[in-house]
Nanobody, 122 residues
Framework: QVQLVESGGGLVQPGGSLRLSCAAS????????MGWYRQAPGKERELVAG???????NYVDSVKGRFTISRDNAKNTVNLQMNSLKPEDTAVYYC????????????????WGQGTQVTVSS
């Protein structure tokens, strides 16, 4: 089994910064893509930022230039640095990882963290 544990959410004023972290543990041979999603009340979950094992990144347009995703392949961690936060960034943020558990199989499985609340408000 694989566990993803997130940390770093909280309450911040508009214009402030937060850093989210996610650590994967358990039966892991390798991790392909990792990413951060968010879901605001009444809205669908959306991909905020993703990063491949090779370090290629992609972002939703609304966070480009403000958020930065990074990962440490040796530690199986992914981070999201969020700057210039806006009230519309308020949501529950979820970590996602595409994990290959076994060297003997090419099968990859998607795992999710439990979510961490980010609230941007004055």
């Amino acid at each position: 089994q694989v566990q993803l544990v997130e940390s770093g959410g909280g309450l911040v004023q508009p214009g402030g910064s937060l850093r989210l972290s996610c650590a994967a543990s358990g039966r892991i041979f390798s991790i392909n893509a990792m990413g951060w999603y968010r879901q605001a009340p009444g809205k669908e979950r959306e991909l905020v930022a993703g990063i491949t094992s090779g370090g290629r990144t992609n972002y939703v347009d609304s966070v480009k230039g403000r958020f930065t995703i990074s990962r440490d392949n040796a530690k199986n961690t992914v981070n999201l640095q969020m700057n210039s936060l806006k009230p519309e960034d308020t949501a529950v943020y979820y970590c996602n990882a595409d994990v290959r558990p076994f060297i003997s199989s090419a099968a990859v499985y998607a795992y999710w963290g439990q979510g961490t609340q980010v609230t941007v408000s004055s």
